[in-house]
């Protein structure tokens, strides 16, 4: 069975909503909603035949756009890659040119709709930012607090806790703290033992590879209403990462880093090869900075993590 190759846009409005559409009751997947778009032709760019579809499908003509995420998924019925770009400028007015229904939905309310099961993952892209902020360690407790709500006023939106030096009850009661700091503005994900997830219910939790290798073949350990992310280094623990149903990784480490010298850098070229099959946005970690983030997209990444690239300076 071939693959059916599909360009589908995330069309976000100037209000941050993204237009989603419901597919026609007698179409693959009829009745679910979708991103729009439609194949693309022997011999077509993606970005031609995105642009064509969303003339012909919501009368819009695509002025500016780039990569957001490739899935590959495996319908009983059909094979399907669907290659994503998010759409930031457009020209006319968006309406349902042939009858289908449209829908401005914020970020936040897309789990509420129905998809195909292809979609997911770009539910999940379309969720996230495109930064990943990682706190660096070594700093007091009050740096620490003074430095997330710098990011925080910044517009930091995706938050990592990281303070591998200090002991337990010491990165517990710093959770609290930064938990109180970025309700109602940005995601934050704790690490450490899954006993502690029931102490932090409006936290996300990153696992490290460790832990991956641990707990993958039990699958989430919690619902998908909660983010789960694991930190990835290889093609192996991308796959572990795919099989426990993990929202988001990081891959690392792209470039040299002073945090890990010891560490084999990827390259580019690898992490972009290994992108290719994984089916959920990636952040690329490891000696990057928001100069890196068009190149990030461009080999299939959400964005760019980091500690030192991302942390606000004083």
Known sequence: MNRVHVAAAVIRGTDGRVL?????????QGGLWEFPGGKVEEGESVETALARELEEELGIRVTASRPLIQVRHDYPDKRVLLDVREVSAFEGEPHGAEGQ?????????LPDYEFPS???PIVAAVRLPERYLITPDGLSPQ???????????????????????MFDAEYRDMAVDVQGLCAGR????????????????AAGWHLTAKQLREYAARGRPFPATRWLAASCHDAEELALAMEMGVDFVTLSPVQATQ??????????????????????????LGGLGPQDLERAWQVGAQGIAGIRGLWPAE
């Not at 740096?143 to 030096?165: E, W």
């Not at 940005?186 to 219910?201: H, R, S, V, Y």
């Not at 945090?259 to 690329?284: D, S, Y």
């Open 186 to 201: 940005a995601q934050l994900m704790l690490k450490g033992p899954l006993e502690w997830l029931g102490d932090f219910p």
């Open 101 to 109: 229904p449209l829908a401005w939905v914020a970020p936040k309310q």
């Open 259 to 284: 945090t890990h010298p010891e560490a084999k850098p990827l390259g580019w070229e690898q992490a972009g090869e290994w992108l290719k099959g994984f089916n959920r946005p990636a952040f690329l």
């Open 143 to 165: 740096d620490l607090l003074k430095g997330i709500r710098a990011a925080l006023d910044r517009g930091a939106r995706l938050l990592q806790l990281r303070t591998p030096a």
């Open 118 to 120: 292809a979609n997911l």
């Open 20 to 28: 989603i559409a419901r597919r026609p009751d007698d179409k693959h």
